[in-house]
């Protein structure tokens, strides 16, 4: 983008671009890994009598520590995983992408080591926030090469280092003894490991949030967007040694979550078992659509995910992402020549979007 030359932007801004998936109309939207089913009737009318109770006081500031849902997302991490959380072991905000960006401008003195392709706001929120990014590398088949990692560790000494699991957008997860020799390496130079667990519920590998309370300098990042079917609510948390929370409060803006968010997220993590409920269907889909992209000659990466990086295709990403949204399916161009993500849509999405693909490839 050219700036006009009254403004002034930032230097190390003004080559970047937005971050931002296309927003256009499509009989299935399957390119931002949304979870496709919608809250129940009963649980809409839970929620919006929430909402209607504190409407009354939206005169008021909200609860700026969020105590009863930090408390209850407390409890539920506690269940998944077996832990013994408080709430001063969590912090909640706008989205994982507000916990990502606080991370940041609370403990980015140094340099920030991420293995790419991952997600893509670690190192544009590291941009913006003036932190040296360090582009980190993986497999050939996208999969994180631990000795490598450590290696890479040891070698910049990164103050935080960062990794996804399941991984955006390739699906891949990494195994709990590999987070383990990651934390021991970044413990040695100092600094923190950043997991970035969006995409947790749908993985069958053990959470790193069990190794929280023998590696403090361990951070587990999590967010109600996906599992939850959340997304428009906008909830991600952390879940943390009390110490790194407490420095969550000091660089957070002042009431940054609202009376309304609070109420409907309470709401949904006391109907979790509903949401929830949704994620083992989503599962059965992944790997139904797996094998019908196989039967089409297609190559898949191993997902732990609700989504699909696919390839194999004689076009060019570009183009065939083009021709299947003029079908009516939107999928992700996620900037890995020759390949495209396919998020884990309804069986109606999932099936228009296989149709679409056996007229084109």
Known sequence: MSWPSWLPLRETLRPLSAYGAPQVPAQASLNTNENPYSPSP?????????????????????????????????????????????????????????????????????????????????????????????????????????????????????????????????GGAVSIEAIQQLADAAQSVGGLLVVDEAYAEFSQELSAVTLISKNPHVIVIRTMSKAFAFAGARVGYLVSDVAVKDAMMIVRLPYHLSALTQAAAQVAIDHRAELLGGVSTLIAARAELVDALHQMGLHTIPSSANFILFTGFKQDAPQLWSALLEKGVLIRDVGLSGYLRVTIGNEAENQLFISALKELI
Do not use: C
């Open 42 to 170: 009963a649980l809409q009318k839970a929620i919006t009598d929430a909402v209607a109770k504190v409407a009354a006081d939206l005169n008021r500031y909200p609860d700026r520590d969020a105590t009863v849902l930090r408390t209850k997302l407390a409890t539920y991490i506690n269940e998944r995983s077996g832990t013994g959380f408080t709430l001063d072991n969590i912090w909640a905000a706008n989205g994982s992408n507000e916990i990502i960006q606080s991370i940041f401008l609370a403990f980015a003195q140094g340099p920030v080591l991420g293995f790419t392709p991952s997600y893509s706001m670690h190192p544009l929120i590291a941009k913006t926030t003036g932190a040296q990014w360090i582009d980190g590398k993986r497999n050939p088949d996208f999969s994180l090469n631990t000795q490598d990692a450590v290696t890479e560790i040891i070698k910049n000494k990164p103050t935080l280092t960062f990794i996804t699991t399941p991984n955006n957008p390739t």
